[in-house]
């Protein structure tokens, strides 16, 4: 694992080696006669990797922090009907009432966790960014912001080719707003509050930092 942390003053700082979770809680005050308060915001009931990660995850965390794990409900939040999403909607925001009064959050980032479209992602992501009052992301998937294939969509506009031309654009739209909509969301939090992002790789430390 390697880290990203956004300081709350100044700018980006960057390790210059990947570091674990610390083994301490690192809070100028904690509450008294007990551990801080920590929420995991993850998949946990469902059989898949990011939960058993987040299992394990809590038992290492547990003499540290008092660990509270908020599941994300994935038949509400994967739903595509306009109704049911809705539904997905209230419980995130059920989620975002609960952590504000936790010490720190982490995310435990699938982006296909928060919903299928990337708007959807995206407007889920930010509620739980506002919510946290100490915030850290664990990117398990890192979209890189690779720039407009323009040739390849007048290409297909010029063969008449509509339905290709309109993926190429759906996938930038999806690819720039996961990638440089949250980076950018992410640096103005860290203007209010300290943030910090996880990943797995030195080259998406690296990706991050860029």
Known sequence: MASVEFEASGPLLFPAQPEAAP?????????RGGRPRLALV?????????AAYTKSLEKQLADAFDVRVFDLNQFLLRATHARVRRFADRHIQE???EIREFDAVNLQLE????????????RRFTWI???????????????????FDFKGFFRELLSLN?????????QYNRAHLLSAGVATHLRRAQRL??????V?????????RY
Do not use: Q
Request: with cysteine; aromatic share 8%.
């Open 162 to 170: 509509l339905g290709k031309a309109i993926a190429l654009r759906s």
């Open 129 to 147: 960014a506002r919510a946290a009052p100490r915030l850290s992301v664990t990117f398990h998937t890192v979209f890189e912001p690779n720039e």
């Open 23 to 31: 083994s301490a809680p690192s809070f100028a005050a904690v509450r």
């Open 95 to 97: 989620i975002c009432r």
């Open 42 to 50: 993850s998949t946990y009931s469902d059989l898949c990797g990011i």
């Open 193 to 198: 509050k300290p943030v910090a992002i996880i």
């Open 200 to 208: 797995h790789t030195r080259r998406e430390l690296w990706h991050m």
């Open 111 to 122: 982006h296909g966790t928060l919903g299928r479209s990337c708007r959807d992602i995206f």
